[in-house]
């Protein structure tokens, strides 16, 4: 039969502005926080983490907030670039009772597409 | 230093096969990661190897199972394939676990038929 794919969320910027992509996650007991970047054709590249005992976290570009009240994670993107175009996940590490280990968790992704 | 390699990057399998994916981390990395990415569900992670033993597993069948060598090198197979098995298998390698930077191979597409 035919395979339903993930309907991903759509950000489209201008080249020059600043992104924002969000992601919830649902264990509050996450300790670890990732962004990465999938190219396509390409696995997913590692762009910038936060850990439990932190709310921001900058690195080149790159800005990452967690709110764990809500359990939201953002990255922020200033000055994006075509080379910026991609898929974003989000994950989270953390302890599943279901599996009885620590796994990480991936959201379903966002696709940036940058307008030149 | 050289990235993560996966071997092979395409294979075709029958259905009620097994296979085997390899993955090869960077050099000095003792944790190594299996994940299956498909557009239905996305990315999940299937399990982490560390020096020899599975120490963390995800929501899988007992079908896929893994390995990890004294080199650090690991292999996935999967046997009894099902149709729903076609994947992208990425396998992502790290110094010292899932709580750290992984860095990830091009993957395995895998196609049942």
């Known amino acids: 039969g035919e395979s339903v794919g993930l309907h991903l969320p759509t950000l489209s910027v201008q080249e020059g502005d600043n992104s924002i992509i969000n992601c919830a996650y649902s264990n509050s007991a996450s300790d670890y926080f990732i962004w990465y970047k999938q190219e396509s054709g390409k696995g997913p590249q590692f762009i910038i983490d936060i850990r439990s005992n932190m709310d921001k976290r900058q690195g080149q570009r790159v800005t990452v907030l967690l709110n764990k009240t809500v359990k939201h994670l953002s990255l922020q993107i200033a000055a994006t670039q075509p080379g910026d175009s991609a898929v974003y996940f989000c994950?989270?590490?953390?302890?599943?009772?279901?599996?009885?280990?620590?796994?990480?968790?991936f959201g379903k992704g966002t696709k940036l597409s940058v307008i030149p | 230093k050289a990235g993560v390699t996966q071997t092979p990057r395409y294979l075709i399998k029958t259905r009620g096969q097994q296979v085997t994916l390899s993955c090869s981390p960077i050099s000095g990395h003792r944790s190594v990661s299996w994940y299956q990415q498909t557009p239905g569900q996305g990315l999940q992670f299937l399990f982490e190897y560390f020096s020899e033993t599975q120490r963390n597993k995800g929501n899988f069948p007992g079908r896929f199972s893994g390995r990890q060598f004294s080199n650090s090198r690991s292999e996935m197979n999967v046997s009894t394939l099902e149709l729903g098995d076609s994947a992208l298998y990425l396998c992502a390698s790290s110094s010292h676990g899932l709580s750290y930077e992984q860095y990830f191979g091009p993957g395995t597409r895998l196609t049942v038929t």
């Open positions: 994950a989270d590490h953390g302890l599943y009772s279901g599996a009885g280990s620590y796994q990480l968790t």
